[in-house]
């Protein structure tokens, strides 16, 4: 086990996700920020850089004030904030399309969970797909959800 880094065992870690999942559902924008086992490292660095390196989650910060928590077992990292206000979301919105970009580079992803509206709108709930890959998903989303009513941004945007 890394410094600081605590090892768990199969009932700690089950509880451990419910946790981390209960803390994402009260996060109004929560992303999830996976890379290759090899990189965490570099996705520390690259949250750190960000200023949202906080391993406490409920360290008592203002609304709209970022976290993160590390799952590194999986090499998921959760990122959250409260409600932010226009002013902050136009700040984060180039901060997660450029982690997202930096993320792809490493080998890995950042999905957007849940964002303000608008903030999903600007920033996507996904990166990008290969050409045939977004054809086959948006296919499949005009197949299945002809409307576009279900799970609005989020397949085949």
Known sequence: VAPG???VDD???RALVAE????EARWAVAARLALPASRLGEG???LASLGTADADADAGRGAGAPCFVADPNVGVFRLGMDAPGQAEEDRL???LVDLRR???KLGGSLTLVQAPAGLMGRVGAR???PAGVGRIHRGLKRSFDPSGTLAPGRLGR
């Open 5 to 7: 880094l605590t090892r």
């Open 11 to 13: 009932a700690e870690g």
């Open 20 to 23: 981390l999942r209960g803390l």
């Open 44 to 46: 520390v660095r690259l």
């Open 93 to 95: 919105a180039p901060l």
């Open 102 to 104: 930096e993320a792809e």
């Open 127 to 129: 990166g990008g797909l």
